[in-house]
């Protein structure tokens, strides 16, 4: 067996806030929205290597409720990308929570954590060298 991708399904308290959020700070493009106008049930985001999903947690409640209520809290996404600085820009022109400053790791990569609306964190990387 080989997977051939993963894509993080995220429960989210306002989809079209996570939307807005992800297209502007992380530069991805809205791929599917669940209906066609806000308000949105379910969105997702790519950008062909990556994708993410967004379900509206009140919609999630009624089937999985247990899925719905922790979220936040249990999933963190790690993302490498060619240009730290840039998303690093953006984070602070966005006024997103960051939770962890830019770090140089043993394991030579340069990383920064920081804080979706739902809580969610999602480390950048970029390899040093």
């Known amino acids: 067996m080989q997977i051939t991708k993963l ?9 079209e806030a ?20 806000p308000p949105y049930v379910f969105a997702s985001v790519s950008n062909g290597a990556v994708e993410i999903f967004f379900n509206d947690q009140k919609t999630v409640a009624a089937e999985y409720p247990k899925l719905a209520a922790n979220i936040g809290g ?3 996404l790690y993302m490498e990308v060619d240009n730290l ?15 962890m400053p830019v770090t140089e790791q043993f394991y030579g990569m340069k990383e920064f954590g920081f804080e979706d609306g739902d809580g969610y964190t999602i480390t950048i990387a970029q390899k040093m060298g």
Do not use: C, H, M, W
Not at 7 to 15: D, F, W
Not at 88 to 99: C, E, F, N, P, T
């Open 85 to 99: 600085q840039a998303v690093l820009d953006r984070v602070q022109k966005a006024g997103a929570k960051v939770s």
């Open 74 to 76: 249990s999933l963190t």
């Open 18 to 37: 996570s939307l807005k959020f992800y297209l502007e700070i992380l530069g991805l493009e809205k791929a599917i929205t669940v209906p066609e106008q």
């Open 7 to 15: 894509t993080p399904n995220l429960v989210v308290r306002n989809v």
